[in-house]
């Protein structure tokens, strides 16, 4: 099916403005999540208390509807005003290095995957919060855990909210064109698919940019698939390895199958080129889907029936090397009223708030909390399981060593992404680039 240049805009700016939008997961469905009977923490809002939140901007219309209707009843059932703010995701990170570095501004601020240990002596312990409601909610998600807490401790610096994971996105017409039924889980499979959709005009296209979510996460599987790791149990910077330079190798093949201009990407450019048909496949949140699904335009709803979901390629792997990015809620310590952010942040995660929203952005977030998994519209559309699955998982930003300010400033950074997009443009051979970015994570890890 083709859509038109005008329908295929409305799509790529679907997330641009919050509209009247369609409820997908019914508010009901906080009836399927099993709580355990706990006694909350009794965090008392100082007195004439109002809070600044800053977290990243919404994909999804509801992300940002669900999120300031659940604010708004806060400030009805406690008296306390809150003002929440949005930032793009490439923004979120110079921001909250000036938030931490000025000690002013916001008392909340909602980051990305390991960014609490860089500002873990600027921002407030969370222990008695991520206690509670781990105990109440069956228990925190493993990669919410790792981000979550001082590495090998069980002291909590942050609140994992949830995990944006990036499952392969495909148009399922074209795969088959192409000869396949579903997506290869080995790695010749997966390059002679993309070389597939290449030929009939569909190709594939992955962020390789400074593309927050979209290119780390890329970079992550291309060295996660082969085995690769940026450093060792031990914290040892491990990236100058066979293995690594088996997946630049690999991902410069890959690079010849994939739609020009992936180099320049941002977190939206896949889904700017999917929407418009210029792509068949990518990795990607469930936003390409949910727009398509919830459109007003018929045609899209019917292009939502062509696309499908699926967890990233093993590789090599024992498992899909399938992560996410963390939304980590840090509460700083220039905040007057730390009571009162501790407890906006327990009355966002209970289940009256957390369940419209987690439900009707229909995957984008997968849940940080085991008991939102039992959730019944995560099953009711089967596509919806590849996201149900972002949280539960071992692989993180510095694995397999420690989660510290260094394995958050390789990510911040792009070392990784730059290594492999110096490789695929031939601006270095496998070696010379490995080895400066070997050295260059080395500094970040000898400077902690």
């Not at 990170?93 to 390991?114: E, K």
């Not at 399922?172 to 997966?190: E, H, M, N, R, T």
């Not at 596509?383 to 420690?402: C, E, H, N, Q, V």
């Amino acid at each position: 099916m083709s859509i038109t240049r005008r329908q295929s805009l409305a799509l790529a700016s679907a997330s641009v403005a919050a509209t009247s939008i369609p409820i997908i997961g019914a508010d009901a469905a906080v009836t399927d999540v099993p709580t355990a009977s706990v006694a909350p923490p009794n965090f008392k809002p100082e007195k004439g208390a109002k809070l600044r939140v800053l977290r990243p901007a919404k994909f999804i219309d509801p992300d940002e509807v669900y999120w300031r209707a659940n604010t708004k009843k806060y400030t009805e059932a406690t008296g306390v005003p809150v003002r929440v703010d949005f930032l793009s995701w490439e923004d979120i990170r110079p921001q909250t290095a000036v938030v931490a570095n000025t000690g002013a501004g916001p008392d909340i601020v909602l980051g990305f995957s390991s960014d609490p240990q860089i500002y873990a002596s600027k921002i407030n312990d969370m222990t008695d919060l991520a206690d509670y409601l781990g105990a109440k909610y069956g228990g925190w998600q493993e990669l919410a855990v790792l981000y979550g807490t001082k590495w090998k401790t069980k002291n909590w610096i942050s609140i994992p909210v949830g995990g944006g994971a990036g499952p392969t996105v495909y148009r399922q017409s074209w795969v088959k064109q192409a000869g396949y039924d579903k997506i290869p889980d080995d790695l010749d499979g997966f390059l002679a698919l993309c070389q597939g959709l290449h030929k009939i005009g569909h190709p594939a296209g992955f962020a390789l940019g400074h593309a927050l979510g979209d290119a780390n996460g890329y970079a992550s599987w291309l060295l996660w698939s082969h085995n690769a790791m940026l450093v060792d149990e031990n914290g040892k910077v491990a990236l100058d390895s066979k293995e690594t330079i088996a997946a630049l190798k690999y991902a410069t093949e890959l690079q010849k199958t994939l739609v020009s201009g992936t180099l320049s990407w941002n977190d939206s450019g896949n889904n700017k080129a999917f929407a418009a048909g210029d792509i068949g496949l990518t990795f990607n949140g469930v936003s390409i889907y949910y727009v398509l699904k919830t459109s007003p335009d018929p045609k899209l709803n019917q292009m939502a029936t062509d696309v499908q979901h699926q967890v990233l390629p093993k590789g090599l792997a024992s498992r899909s090397p399938m992560s996410a990015t963390p939304m980590n809620a840090m509460v700083f310590k220039h905040t007057k009223y730390p009571e009162a952010a501790k407890d906006y942040l327990r009355f966002m995660m209970e289940a009256d708030q957390y369940g419209p929203w987690l439900s009707n952005c229909l995957g984008y977030w997968s849940n940080s909390l085991k008991a939102y998994s039992k959730m019944k519209f995560w099953t009711e559309d089967p596509k919806l399981l590849p996201y149900a699955s972002g949280m539960d998982t071992p692989y993180y930003d510095g694995f397999k060593g420690p989660v510290t300010a260094a394995s958050s400033a390789v990510t911040a950074n792009y070392t990784v992404v730059d290594m492999f997009a110096e490789v695929v443009t031939g601006n270095a051979t496998p070696e010379g680039a490995v080895k400066r970015a070997a050295q260059q994570a080395a500094r970040y890890y000898k400077a902690t």
